[in-house]
């Protein structure tokens, strides 16, 4: 029976009209819970109550435990039909040649499994066999994700059957009625290729072939023409040099196509001749402090203006004219003193000269003839920049004219890296065909009609004649990862031609190059050389017009255009190892920045700061040239000529690039008529630009133990003791040795048998060019960890190259400054100066990475013995042993340690290559990807040292020396690093370690490490 | 796994006389002596190309003396090619019908092997006599049975046994019983029970607590320990290959497959066309069958047929289609990725059996994990195993320098440095 009894508490229970008594009822709690007190408003909805987290983390944490008992299932799938070559975990190499119109290099290509992994020096190649440190990076930018997966026309992805038909048939229609089309593509020495495109200019006789280079070397072509009647670039052998004055021109860097930081380092390793040592003499007359000027004995900041009355007075001291000259005092010395060390060297001296204006090029041609140098080869002459900015010029106007009705581009990017790129846009979008060859979408492309997506150099047949009679073969070393066409193969298909390109370079080396020489060899050597018939008749050496012509001085200030180490024309902008490079000068990564003076920075009111974590600021400065203007943070850079800024080119594209990498300013449009000396106005802006910088304290504060130098005159006549003296430490009142066993807290192992390897640093040979940055992040795995990381000084580098400028003039000024501190007073402020880089300092380079101390701290510090020493000198780091407590990089006195704060891999956070299968590809199988939590460092390259003995040991020998290598002893072609086993005594490393120039870093700390130094020698004479 | 292995040997015997008994059928054939000697001479020269029954690179050879003439086959045989040349119509018939592929000449053949080789094509093996095996099968097996009979025999004495003391000693209660003795139970004192006793005495509680905590430790460690550890981990193939018939049966070196094992850190699963340098010819499958796993003939030749379809070989046209398909093995051995370890130098340069870390493979029907593959288990081997420094030559300083050094004759690969951290962690 149901009842009809109701219970009531309170009266008001009664009233069924009291709404808000109802609507209490409903609720548990009468006033709201106040869990969602930080959501917003709006979020208040649908934000998570504190027991559905509760829920959510307790189901998810079952699910995981549950998910992680039982092991994944790894599939592994074998070839159908296996290669003969490959054989799974051993590594192939093939020679191949990039040539991408700003880098030409002979390379050797490291495969595993058949993709490429690596780039390796060709060291056999006769020219252009190094690596510099973009073209190690190189293999990076295969795997990019952000490449264009096939072609295009119209906006639409077309198939190359399509896209060929439709751009014939345009063509065709072109050729029809005349009107003009115009091929521009980059240097490419290529001999097929040119046939190719005669064959093409054949079909299609309004065909026009242009070449076009960012970043051209015009000038110095002009003034080769003009004095040896062919155009080309002299090449240099600087192997023999004594003296080398080069004004302007960043030899050791990209001038002229770069290339000879190899010969240039030979010289400049002392060598004692009858007691009397001998070592080449550089003056760098430059305004932008560059590698080259880093690495010279005298460096004279000076203005564009000052460079070319350099020359000129040069010149006229040489030749013996009186003339007047409107040199200052410190630049008619710098005169004197390269003319007496040019006159000293007689054939052994050379000038370079960077200067963009033919006058310049042609006075230092005129020079280098008088001084009969002969490290100067104008009988085969380099092929590897050939643009003309004045046909260029007349083609650009041509195009605004609407004069040109097609356009095909190859390899390059007008769009970005031309001056007036805006209006040359406006214009290509109004012609009747436009076809980029391109491998993104970048500006160029994304405004054509028809896009071509070709392959990496690394998937494309090529040859190219880097030098006159030096030739080099490229090969694929993977099966085009996309459905991609190279620019030859798509002419040969629009001139109707069935051969492939490979065909056609087969043909036509075996009809006009090998001479006989078997084709299989030369391919799988990667070069051939074919010396011509020298041919360097002079064709003129009068000069007095552009002596005159070189007498201008200019007002105002002066900007320097030029390329970094890391980023040259700006090409690999995708590159995340090539952002995250260190520029070896300024030590900053992904930025380009202005390069300014500190007296025109007090001028104009900029300022670099450092922040509470050491991070470094920078104020921004507005940049006007004619009527472009941009802003650009900038850098107060010792050694930068006053009155001069410099601005890197190669940054600041935003199309093509994933956003992280768009990083910079756009310096294109200030580089007007290819000229890299502009007139220009600087003024403070508004705002502060965060850099990533990896070097905070930018001189030695005159502890000349770190890097030690000497001169040569020191060298040559004291004794070691002075120079390079062992730091002694008190034992019984007794100095001894810090190396001797006598005061050593530890017992030494017995290291004498088997390996025991050693790297020695040469300080004399190192240029600071990063190619071994580079190439231990290949061979190591080192994760790119981004910009805001970097700021935190957590960059994963395993080898650094720390740069040291003098407070002083010199270095060994700084060490007598420090020495002459006398109370506390004085050595605070001294100290604080001394943290100021000099106007004009001494640079010194040094590579640092794990030093391998025998007597390590780290490895006695570690609470679960993760780091320990093997027998071979090695010190290890097992990865998996690691807790990361980070004692040992505490107790590293190298600071050589690095530390996993995150995972860097499969990380949406960190989206570089290893964020996509893509760009792991690029990883080192025989190297652990290491995670979160885990410290790492240098392992010496442990895994090579094993693989050669284990090779040894397979084939049942004995090790040669040099066969045992790092990657940055192998990357390294101007031979500063050395690697091998002491135990072996005839090695070269064995006889370095008993070298008078070999010191530790850090010597009195008595760490007794396994990598060395040589002593930094300068030759300061005159 | 291992359990199911030890099922396949105890059916082993009963099989091999099942096979015993399909071998005498080939017994019989040597009763032909001419069939007998043309088995020798096909298997040495034809069997490459041709078999009995199907078309394999030649055509069927059954029947062949049915469609040509003798005289033809002499001269076919020993110079085929010759004969294409001629023009003769049958021998260019038969070259277009295989793809234009010409025979090998065989001009080492006298007529009589050829008529011996003819007389084997046209052999056929009379029914196998049923009656002759059955009274084999039964005399082989009786001494099984009769210790089966003795054990049952045995058994029965016993729980006779049994039964008789049980029914002594009751009879003895009843006599007493009956003689008025009373055999009363003895009346036992109070005690207090043995839990409580246990409680009370707290030293023997802290010994077992000690005790529990110790042994549960121990579990639970064990327990852990063998987390990750996938010792016996056999998982399902998409194609059932046994090692047992390969590495066992056919005694294939297992270089011969995992040939990059020789020279590289990897083994290598091999690639199909390792399979097809074999499996050309061998389409069928006719060895032991193992008929309580299902193992059967058309079991493992419906496996070849799987090769087949992976690697895209018609059989009809013995020809690659170009079709194929990888198969996706399930990865038995695995190491973190952490560990380096390179068999070239295990199997080469130490000249370790593949048996020693992998089992004796040549008995696994499936493959399975035999060794625990941990880091305890690779170190105790490089404690134990000795360098073979024996005629390699890189050896040679090291082995004098350290055997001086640690005054021993044989050096361990410990004493070489494998146990650093870094020579297999990097």
Not at chain 2, 383 to 393: D, G, K, L
Request: aromatic fraction near 8%.
């Amino acid at each position: 029976m149901a009842s009809e009894k109701k219970y009531w508490k309170n009266i008001e229970q009664l009233d069924t009209e009291n709404v808000s008594l109802q609507s209490l009822e409903q609720r548990e709690f009468a006033e709201k819970l106040p869990v969602n007190e930080t959501a917003t408003e709006t979020e208040d909805a649908s934000a998570t109550s504190r027991r559905d987290f509760l829920k959510l983390a307790g189901f998810s944490t079952a699910a995981a435990t549950l998910a992680a008992c039982e092991g994944p299932v790894i599939k592994s799938v074998p070839y159908v039909v296996q290669p003969e070559q490959i054989r799974p975990g051993v590594a192939n190499y093939y020679a191949t040649a990039i040539a991408d119109g700003f880098d030409f290099a002979s390379v050797l290509i490291k495969t595993r499994e058949g993709r490429p992994i690596k780039v390796e020096s060709n060291k056999d190649a006769a020219v252009l066999g190094s690596a510099n440190a973009r073209v190690h990076a190189s293999v990076l930018s295969m795997y990019d994700t952000q490449r264009l997966q096939g072609p295009k026309a119209n906006g639409t992805d077309v198939s190359w059957d399509d896209f060929t038909l439709q751009v014939r048939a345009q063509l065709e229609a072109l050729a029809a009625s005349g009107k003009r089309v115009v091929l521009i593509t980059q240097t490419l020495p290529s001999p097929t290729t040119q046939n190719i495109i005669q064959e093409f200019q054949a079909k299609y006789s309004n065909v026009e072939h242009l070449i076009y280079d960012a970043v051209p070397a015009s000038a110095a072509l002009q003034a080769f023409e003009n004095t040896y009647g062919q155009r080309a670039l002299p090449d240099y052998d600087l192997s023999q040099a004594k003296a080398i004055v080069a004004v302007g021109a960043d030899f050791l860097g990209d001038w002229q196509g770069g290339g000879y930081e190899a010969g240039y380092a030979q010289s400049r390793i002392p060598k004692k001749h009858h007691g009397k040592a001998q070592m080449s003499w550089h003056m760098q007359v430059e305004s932008n402090m560059s590698l080259s000027g880093a690495n010279a004995d005298k460096r004279i900041p000076s203005t564009p203006a000052e460079q070319r009355n350099f020359l000129a007075a040069l010149y006229n001291k040489l030749a013996g004219n009186s003339s007047t000259t409107n040199l200052d005092d410190k630049l008619s010395a710098a005169v004197a003193a390269a003319a007496k060390q040019l006159q000293s060297s007689g054939a052994n001296g050379v000038v370079l000269c960077g200067l963009e204006d033919v006058a310049a090029q042609e006075v230092t041609l005129a020079i280098n003839a008088l001084l009969g140098s002969s490290l100067i080869d104008v009988a085969s002459p380099r092929y590897i920049r050939q643009a003309k900015s004045t046909e260029i010029a007349a083609f650009l106007t041509d195009l605004k004219a609407g004069k040109i009705a097609g356009v095909i581009t190859s390899g390059i990017n007008p769009l970005y890296t031309l001056a007036d790129a805006a209006d040359a846009a406006k214009a290509m979008e109004r012609l009747e065909l436009s076809v980029a060859f391109s491998s993104k979408l970048d500006e160029t492309a994304s405004i054509a009609n028809y896009v071509a997506a070709t392959p990496h150099y690394l998937e494309a047949w090529g040859d190219y004649e880097f030098k006159a009679g030096q030739f080099a073969l490229a090969q694929p070393t993977i099966k085009p990862l996309f459905d991609t066409r190279q620019l030859q193969d798509v002419l040969l298909d629009l001139t109707g031609s069935e051969t492939s390109y490979y065909d056609a370079i087969q043909s036509y080396w075996k009809a006009n190059i090998l001479n006989g020489a078997s084709w299989n060899q030369t391919l799988h050597d990667g070069y051939f050389s074919a010396p011509t018939a020298a041919d360097g008749a002079l064709k003129t050496i009068e000069v007095s017009a552009q002596l005159a012509a070189l007498s201008k001085t200019s007002e105002g200030m002066s900007l320097v255009l030029y390329t970094k180490t890391g980023m040259g024309d700006g090409q690999q902008g995708n590159n995340p190892w090539l952002q995250e490079f260190p520029d070896p000068i300024t030590r900053v990564s992904w930025d380009n920045y202005l390069t300014v003076s500190r007296a025109d920075a007090q001028r104009l009111g900029l300022i670099n700061e450092n922040t509470s974590n050491g991070a470094l600021n920078g104020s921004y400065a507005t940049v006007q040239v004619g009527d472009a203007q941009l802003t650009a943070p900038v850098i107060i850079q010792p050694g930068q000529a006053v009155g001069t800024v410099g601005l890197a080119l190669g940054y600041g594209e935003r199309l093509g690039l994933k956003p992280e990498m768009q990083v910079g300013v756009n310096a294109y449009p200030l580089f007007q008529n290819f000229d890299p000396v502009q007139e220009v106005q600087v003024s403070l802006a508004s705002g502060t630009h965060e850099f990533a910088c990896v070097q905070l304290h930018n001189t030695l504060m005159g502890r000349g133990d770190i890097v030690k130098e000497t001169t040569l005159e020191v060298f040559s006549t004291k004794d070691k003791s002075y120079w390079n003296a062992v730091p002694v430490v008190s034992k019984n009142h007794m100095e001894q040795e810090v190396t001797s066993s006598e005061v050593d807290m530890w017992q030494e192992f017995d290291r004498s048998i088997g390996h025991h390897f050693n790297l020695s640093i040469d300080l004399n040979a190192c240029t600071g060019c990063g190619a071994c940055v580079i190439a231990c992040h290949a061979e190591n795995n080192v994760p790119v960890v981004g910009k805001t990381e970097i700021r935190k000084s957590r960059d994963m580098h395993w080898l650094r190259i720390d740069r040291y400028y003098s407070s002083e003039t010199t270095f060994e000024g700084d060490n007598q400054t420090k020495d002459n501190i006398a109370g506390l007073g004085d050595s605070l402020t001294t100290f604080g100066e001394m943290e100021l880089a000099s106007e004009n300092p001494q640079v010194a380079f040094q590579p640092v990475m794990c030093q391998h101390c025998n007597h390590a701290p780290c490895e006695t510090v570690c609470p679960v013995a993760a780091s320990s020493h093997g027998r071979q000198g090695q010190n290890h780091m097992a990865y998996n042993r690691c807790v990361g407590t980070r004692y040992c990089a505490n107790n590293c006195p190298y600071k050589v340690r690095r530390f996993n704060w995150f995972l860097y891999n499969k990380n949406d956070e960190f989206d570089f290559h290893m964020n996509n299968d893509l760009g792991r590809m690029v990883l080192n199988p025989d190297v652990v990807v290491r995670s979160r939590g885990v410290m790492e460092k240098c392992s010496m390259c442990i895994q090579m040292t094993q693989k050669t003995i284990l090779d040894a040991k397979l084939e049942g020998r004995q090790i040669k020396d040099g066969e045992f290598q790092t990657a940055c002893s192998n990357a390294c072609d101007a031979g500063a690093m050395t690697f091998g086993d002491i135990n072996d005594k005839e090695s070269r490393v064995a006889a370095l370690t008993e070298d008078d120039r070999m010191y530790h870093l850090l010597e009195h700390v008595g760490t007794k490490p396994n990598v060395m130094y040589q002593v930094k020698v300068r030759n300061t004479e005159a | 796994m291992i359990r199911a292995i030890n099922r396949v040997n105890t059916l082993g015997f009963p099989l091999l006389l099942f096979f015993s008994l399909l071998l005498s059928t080939g017994l019989q054939a040597q009763d032909d002596p001419a069939a007998a000697a043309g088995k020798k001479l096909f298997n040495a020269n034809c069997a490459a190309c041709h078999k009995l029954n199907k078309k394999a690179v030649g055509p069927a050879l059954r029947g062949v003396t049915d469609k040509y003439e003798k005289e033809w086959l002499y001269s076919w045989i020993k110079n085929s090619s010759a004969m294409i040349k001629a023009g003769d119509p049958q021998a260019v018939a038969v070259w277009e019908e295989y793809n234009r592929t010409a025979m090998n000449s065989f001009p080492q053949l006298s007529n009589e092997d050829i008529d011996n080789i003819l007389a084997y094509t046209n052999y056929v093996p009379p029914a196998p006599v049923a009656a002759v095996a059955a009274p084999q099968a039964v005399g082989s097996s009786s001494g099984s049975v009769a210790d089966e009979f003795i054990l049952a025999a045995l058994a029965l004495v016993f729980a006779i046994l049994v039964i008789m003391l049980f029914l002594v000693q009751k009879t003895l209660l009843r006599i007493a019983a009956a003689s008025g003795v009373d055999i009363a139970p003895e009346a036992r004192p109070q005690r207090t029970p043995i839990w409580k006793a246990f409680v009370q005495n707290q030293f023997v509680v802290f010994c077992t607590v000690v005790f529990l905590l110790l042994s549960s430790a121990y579990f639970a460690y064990g327990y852990l320990m063998q987390v990750g550890v996938d010792q016996g981990y056999a998982p399902i193939q998409p194609i059932h290959y046994s090692h047992k018939i390969h590495a066992g049966a056919n005694q294939i070196e297992c270089k011969y497959c995992h040939s990059s094992a020789r020279v590289s850190k990897h083994s290598g699963i091999p690639s199909l066309n390792v399979c097809m340098n074999c499996h050309k010819n061998i389409a069928e499958y006719n060895g032991e069958e193992d008929l309580e796993n299902g193992y059967t003939k058309d079991f493992y030749t419906n496996e070849i047929k799987k090769l087949y379809a992976a690697v895209g070989w018609d059989e009809e046209t013995q020809s690659y289609t170009g079709e194929s398909k990888p198969v996706k093995w399930v990865r038995i051995h695995n190491l973190p990725d952490f560990v380096y370890f390179n068999h070239a130098q295990h199997v080469q340069v130490g000249q370790i059996e593949c048996q020693k870390c992998h089992g004796p493979v040549e008995e696994m029907e499936i493959m399975y994990q035999h060794s625990t593959l941990t880091m305890g288990w690779c170190i105790n081997c490089h404690r134990e195993t000795n360098v073979q420094v024996e005629s390699n030559e890189y050896y040679a300083k090291i082995h004098e320098e350290l055997s001086k050094k640690y005054g021993v004759e044989k050096l361990t690969v410990a004493q070489m440095g494998g146990l650093e951290c870094g020579k297999c962690h990097y």
